[in-house]
């Protein structure tokens, strides 16, 4: 089945600085790559996603990047936040063999820490 | 229009018991998935309902199962609870043939 591997684990900027988290993924069949962004005792909120023949996708200031061939995608944010705060998610989904729909497979989380 | 809702938010069980988690699908969604997300980890695919059958599952056991009934809300049911099961129980709804996923706020399972 697919693995995600995803880093770092916790990812400490300044206010207004860049932050990016890397995954890689291991099933070249996946398809669909989302982020989720989790604050503390809240549901995972999707925040960007991504299919496998976009390789860069925006939305303000969140962009999201895939590789394809080295089976790797990436978060930006800039100009962060102290509302950024938060666990990120990155997570990838496929369709099984038969057709029936593979449930998203998650990275382990990057806790980003936003230092005012 | 409406999110997706889960019940109940807590829920504190002893090892051995039955549990039935509870949710409603964001209107205009047909697909519920379920997933296990234990404390600092990423959530891990349970299953998938679509048309009131399972169309997709992860690596659980048969004690886990689920429900999905017309009006597309879901039932998880976990038999024999073990102390591991203590986790916070998602579910996220999608429209067939669509893949973005929309959570519910879980429901925090403890098994002592």
């Known amino acids: 089945g697919e693995n995600v591997e995803q880093h770092p684990s916790t990812l400490s900027v300044q206010e207004g600085d860049s932050a990016v988290i890397k995954c890689t993924y291991s099933d070249s069949a996946s398809n669909y790559f989302p982020w989720y962004k989790q604050e503390l005792g809240k549901r995972p909120q999707l925040i960007i996603d991504?299919?496998?023949?976009?390789g860069e996708k925006k939305d303000q200031r969140i962009a999201v990047t895939l590789n394809k061939t080295a089976k790797h995608f990436s978060l930006h944010i800039t100009e962060t936040q102290p509302e950024d705060s938060a666990v990120y998610f990155c997570a990838a989904s496929g369709v099984m063999a038969g057709g029936g729909a593979d449930g998203l497979t998650f990275g382990k989380g990057t806790h980003l820490i936003i230092q005012p | 229009e409406t999110g997706v809702t889960q019940s109940p938010t807590h829920l504190i069980k002893t090892r051995g018991q039955q549990v039935t988690l509870r949710c409603s699908s964001q209107?205009?969604?047909?697909?519920v998935s379920w997933y296990q997300q234990a404390l600092g980890q990423g959530p891990q695919f349970i299953f998938q309902y679509y048309r009131e059958e399972e169309n997709g599952r992860g690596n659980f056991p048969p004690r886990f199962s689920g429900l999905q009934f017309p009006n597309y809300s879901s039932e998880l049911n976990v038999n024999a609870l073990e102390l591991d099961d203590s986790a916070l129980y998602l579910c996220a709804s999608s429209l067939k043939g669509m893949e973005t996923q929309y959570f519910g706020p879980g429901t925090r399972l403890l098994v002592l």
């Open positions: 209107s205009g969604h047909n697909t």
């Open positions: 991504i299919r496998s023949n976009v």
